[in-house]
Structures are given as structure tokens and as C-alpha cells.
């Protein structure tokens, strides 16, 4: 059974160079899957019902919710300008089962939830079946690996922001299909380390375990996607005069689908572009020199799967 809450809004968003003014649309939804009542946020921009539109999957880090990500990324203002649609799904007990032997949940069917969302919005709405991507932060950004591993028959593209692999899921990790990566990770992540190893566990209270380097994991999505050769690096022009981080770039060469990646050097465990939710010494630095979201939602839209 399906609980639905509607709640229009109006946005008038500025971004620069245009405006945007349209009626949408939220939703609160419960829906069943792998045995459980599961919770999403929607969010359906105007003139959804017209044409098929691309989905993109929200996943929040481990010990938030749903309910912040929508200001946190300011996804549904691009979602507006774009045409796309966004559900930000809430984990049990706040967390994701990304893969790490050492969750705490291992009866949890994430994989199955995200799967049941997409074909929950499906019933809703028409969907760009190409278009299909999927995004997340930390714990969120490790599950989205899974993702790619688990669902990429539904999945098109995946974009990990700081987050990688979890080293329990690479000798499992066996995609149906090749599916677009993007990485985005901070050098100086206090929490999941760009390198690799032991993830912060914050005194027992998350689940810990380990994770693959940031290079060992655009390295292993390369392989799936069959790229020649990573591309040469090309630092990006500074944005923000008064911010020391710095945005490098990279393209695999001669991929099936595309795998990018965005470092920022002395980047912390942050969203790029959005707030510094919690003091340096906790996360690390926000950096100002990227935007995540509109680089993340013009990775899924100029990323289309081939037939």
C-alpha cells in the first residue's frame, strides 16, 4: 500500500544568468519493499506529466535523513530548471547497507528499495529510461558504488561525492551493465579517506570498515566500462578568490560509458558548493571552486545509456 502527501510549491530560483519560475510538485511516499515500509521524498517539476523525464536517486550520508537533502544539494531548484525529477530516500536507522561486511543491518535490502522508487515514480510519471542516475554523500555515495554494481539495468549513471568503494564489495561487484561513473572526493576527507583504509566510525556510533582508495576505485569502474586510459589532468580556473581549494579534473579514455572524476585538493567530507554543515575540524573544508548538484545533474542528463 502507498501513502502519498502532495504539497505544491512555487519556486523563483536565480542561478546566474536565468530565472526560473514554475509550479511543482512534492510528495511524502511510503511504499513496501524487501519486506518493509520504506519512505521517499519526491520531487516532480512542472510539466512532468508531458514527456518522459530522468529520475535521479538522493541518498543521504549515514546518521542523516531525507528530509535535509533537498536544501543541503538545492537539487529541486535545478530539478525545476531542467526538467528532471528527484527522490530522496530515508535509510533505516538513518544509514545505508553500502556494502561494508561491518554494517550494522545486513538484513536491510537497500538495493531492492532504490529499485522499487524507481518503479514507484515510474507508475507517477513517465520516465527517460536512459536518464536514470543516481547520487549520495558518504555512507550515501558508498551505496551508490553498490548501486552500480547491483542495479545498473536500471541505473545509468552513478556520482559518489565524498565517498568510494567499500573494499567487502569488490570481488563481488559484477554489473549487468555498464553504467557512467563520476567521482567527486576531497583530499583532505577526515571521514573517508581519499587514499583508502579505515573509515572514521565516530567512537563506535557508525559502522566503520573499509574502503578503496579514490584512484583504486575510478581504476576498477574503468575496467567495467573498458577504457584505454585515464585522461590527463586539467586543473580547473579558481571560482572563489577567498577559497584554497582546487578542482582537478580527469576523463577515462576510449570508455563504453563515461568515468570522470572531480579531486579537490584540500577538499574535505563535504558537498562542493554547498554549506559547511559542521566546523573544519570535524569535516574538513566546503570548497567553494565547484558545484556539485548542477555538475552532478549534467552528468546523468549528457550521459545517456546507448540502447
Known amino acids: 500500500m502507498r501513502r502519498v502527501k502532495f504539497r505544491p510549491a512555487v519556486f523563483v530560483v536565480l542561478f546566474g544568468t536565468f530565472t526560473v519560475s514554475a509550479w511543482a510538485r512534492d510528495a511524502s511516499i511510503t511504499i513496501e519493499a524487501g519486506g518493509r515500509q520504506r519512505e521517499y521524498l519526491l520531487h516532480l517539476p512542472a510539466a512532468s506529466k508531458d514527456r518522459p523525464i530522468p529520475l535521479l536517486l538522493v541518498f543521504h550520508g549515514g546518521g542523516s535523513c531525507a528530509k535535509t537533502m533537498p536544501r543541503f544539494t538545492?537539487?529541486?531548484?535545478?530539478?525545476?530548471?531542467?526538467?528532471?525529477?528527484?527522490?530522496?530516500?530515508?535509510?533505516?536507522?538513518?544509514?545505508?547497507?553500502?556494502?561494508?561486511?561491518?554494517?550494522?543491518?545486513?538484513?536491510?535490502?537497500?538495493?531492492?528499495?532504490?529499485?522499487?522508487?524507481?518503479?514507484?515514480?515510474?507508475?507517477?510519471?513517465?520516465?527517460?529510461?536512459?536518464?536514470?542516475?543516481?547520487?549520495?554523500?558518504?555512507?550515501?555515495?558508498?551505496?551508490?558504488?553498490?548501486?552500480?554494481?547491483?542495479?545498473?539495468?536500471?541505473?545509468?549513471?552513478?556520482?559518489?561525492?565524498?565517498?568510494?568503494?567499500?573494499?567487502?564489495?569488490?570481488?563481488?561487484?559484477?554489473p549487468a551493465r555498464r553504467v557512467a561513473v563520476l567521482q567527486i572526493n576531497g583530499t583532505d576527507d577526515p571521514i573517508v579517506p581519499y587514499r583508502g583504509g579505515a573509515v572514521k566510525s565516530f567512537g563506535g556510533r557508525g559502522p566503520g570498515g573499509l574502503v578503496l582508495s579514490v584512484t583504486d576505485t575510478m581504476a576498477f569502474w574503468s575496467a567495467v566500462d573498458g577504457c584505454k586510459a585515464m585522461g590527463k589532468e586539467i586543473q580547473l580556473q579558481p571560482r572563489a578568490v577567498?577559497?584554497?581549494?582546487?578542482?582537478?579534473?580527469?576523463?577515462?579514455?576510449?570508455?563504453?560509458?563515461?568515468?570522470?572524476?572531480?579531486?579537490?585538493?584540500?577538499?574535505?567530507?563535504?558537498?562542493?558548493?554547498?554549506?559547511?554543515?559542521?566546523?573544519?575540524?570535524?569535516?574538513?573544508?566546503?570548497?567553494?571552486?565547484?558545484?556539485a548538484s548542477r555538475t552532478i545533474v549534467r552528468f546523468v542528463l549528457d550521459h545517456p545509456r546507448e540502447r
Open 74 to 174: 538545492g537539487l529541486d531548484q535545478l530539478a525545476d530548471h531542467e526538467g528532471i525529477a528527484v527522490a530522496y530516500l530515508q535509510g533505516i536507522d538513518r544509514h545505508w547497507n553500502d556494502g561494508r561486511v561491518t554494517t550494522r543491518r545486513p538484513d536491510v535490502d537497500d538495493v531492492a528499495f532504490a529499485a522499487r522508487v524507481i518503479e514507484d515514480v515510474g507508475a507517477r510519471v513517465p520516465l527517460d529510461s536512459r536518464r536514470i542516475g543516481a547520487t549520495g554523500i558518504s555512507n550515501g555515495a558508498m551505496f551508490v558504488e553498490r548501486l552500480g554494481c547491483e542495479l545498473s539495468d536500471r541505473v545509468t549513471a552513478i556520482a559518489a561525492v565524498a565517498g568510494s568503494m567499500a573494499a567487502d564489495l569488490r570481488g563481488t561487484c559484477r
Open 242 to 291: 577567498f577559497d584554497r581549494t582546487r578542482v582537478v579534473f580527469r576523463r577515462a579514455q576510449g570508455c563504453s560509458a563515461t568515468v570522470e572524476q572531480y579531486r579537490i585538493d584540500g577538499g574535505g567530507h563535504t558537498w562542493p558548493g554547498g554549506p559547511q554543515y559542521l566546523p573544519r575540524f570535524v569535516v574538513g573544508v566546503a570548497s567553494r571552486q565547484l558545484d
